[in-house]
């Protein structure tokens, strides 16, 4: 429980700053306090607030079997996911080879490090931590973000095995590195299909590059008393290669339709949670690689008064030391590039210098 020498005022910056960050109580800790009214720190401007009402039901082929992509089907399956990729950029795999025993553990162990004390939590602070590949924070960048994202997370940035179990918590190193190995194999076999449709062969290697760092974050999202004015995460898209998500059974993500329409008719589509699926979205990477062909689309997730929700998103990227741009074959077809060529590090380092959200910033490499 709350017991710092300074009393908690949520009204007051100061106070709610050391409180919901540097002790890392994080919103979670706020929530656990009683609040019955959001403090103003996390009211967003309307323009990035997001009613449900505006999402539609997904459409029902949103989801694919990925047994099949071994089999007698595997052309028809192959053309299912790289539709899903250059319309929605969202979709959602079963009979993905992620044992489905795995996903429930992931989905306790995100629960049971959040349930600790903060105290323990805070060990992992930025600055606390006794190694940067492991992060425990809220919001996004919160000293620099004028107001807060309703979460809170934890960040696990793999570079092998063994930094793994000795620096990540206990709750969640094995299952994590079990997740990381399992869904690896399952995100090849989709960008194989993926780069196969585009007349692209990817050699062990190459696909190492595209697919070579790992960050899994387990996300907490409390319920929040008022939804209608916050948000979990602001629209955005993922500058990765590929996302590989586990969403809990309250929903609340929703994707936006292509990107041509204007503000006022722009249309969402509110991703199911489906018992055992995982969800997989294409990242701005892969909308460079594929020269535009596959779609990195905007997603946000919902607050909501009613459950505590939380996901686990692993997002498969490039090593920061690769340069990405199209892929040759896919230019000499069709007939231009339309992104130029960047080291990913540096597309991450200008991501990083600003704001938060949107699709900004692949316009940092376009032509
Ligand atoms: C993200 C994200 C969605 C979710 O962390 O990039 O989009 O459901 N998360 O938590
Ligand atoms: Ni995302």
């Not at 903060?118 to 996004?140: C, D, I, Q, R």
């Not at 699926?277 to 990477?285: E, S």
């Amino acid at each position: 429980m709350y017991s710092s020498q300074m009393a908690l005022s949520i009204n007051d910056e100061d106070s709610l700053f050391n409180f919901v960050v540097k002790e890392g109580n994080g919103v979670k800790g706020l929530v656990d306090t009683g609040v019955t009214e959001v403090p103003g720190r996390f009211i967003q401007p309307p323009h990035q607030r997001f009613d449900k009402q505006q999402a539609a039901e997904s459409p029902e082929n949103m989801t694919i079997d990925l047994s099949e992509l071994d089999g007698p089907n595997r052309d028809q399956v192959v053309k299912a996911i790289a539709h899903a990729a250059e319309t929605l950029g969202f979709f959602q795999v079963v009979n993905h080879g992620v044992p489905l025993e795995l996903l429930d553990s992931l989905k306790t162990a995100t629960h049971k490090f959040f349930g600790q004390p903060s105290e323990k939590k805070a060990a992992y602070l930025k600055g606390a931590s006794p190694k940067l590949t492991v992060m425990y924070g809220t919001s996004f960048i919160p000293e620099k973000e004028k107001v807060w994202m309703w979460r809170d997370f934890l960040k696990m940035t793999y570079t092998n095995d063994a930094d793994a179990l000795e620096f990540w918590p206990n709750e969640c190193k094995e299952v994590v590195l079990e997740y990381i190995k399992t869904s690896t194999e399952m995100v090849k076999r989709l960008l194989q299909a993926l780069t196969e449709e585009l007349g692209v062969k990817l050699d062990d290697s190459r696909l190492n590059t595209l697919i070579g760092s790992k960050t899994v974050h387990m996300i907490f999202y409390p319920t929040c008393p008022n939804p209608e004015v916050t948000i979990g995460v602001k629209r955005h898209s993922d500058m990765g290669t590929l996302t590989v998500l586990l969403q809990d059974d309250v929903g609340g993500l929703c994707v936006r339709k292509g990107e041509s329409l204007s503000p006022e008719n722009e249309e969402w589509i509110e991703v199911p949670p489906i018992h055992g699926a995982l969800v997989v979205n294409v990242g701005d990477m892969l909308q460079v690689l594929s020269n535009g062909r596959y779609k990195s689309a905007e997603h946000v997730v919902q607050t909501t008064s009613a459950k505590t929700r939380v996901s686990v998103p692993i997002f498969n990227s490039p090593l920061p030391v690769a340069s990405i741009g199209p892929f040759p074959e896919v230019v000499a077809r069709d007939g231009v590039a339309r992104y130029r060529e960047v080291k990913y590090a540096e597309y991450t380092n200008n991501i990083y210098g600003k704001p938060y959200g949107g699709k900004q910033a692949l316009e940092f490499v376009s032509i």
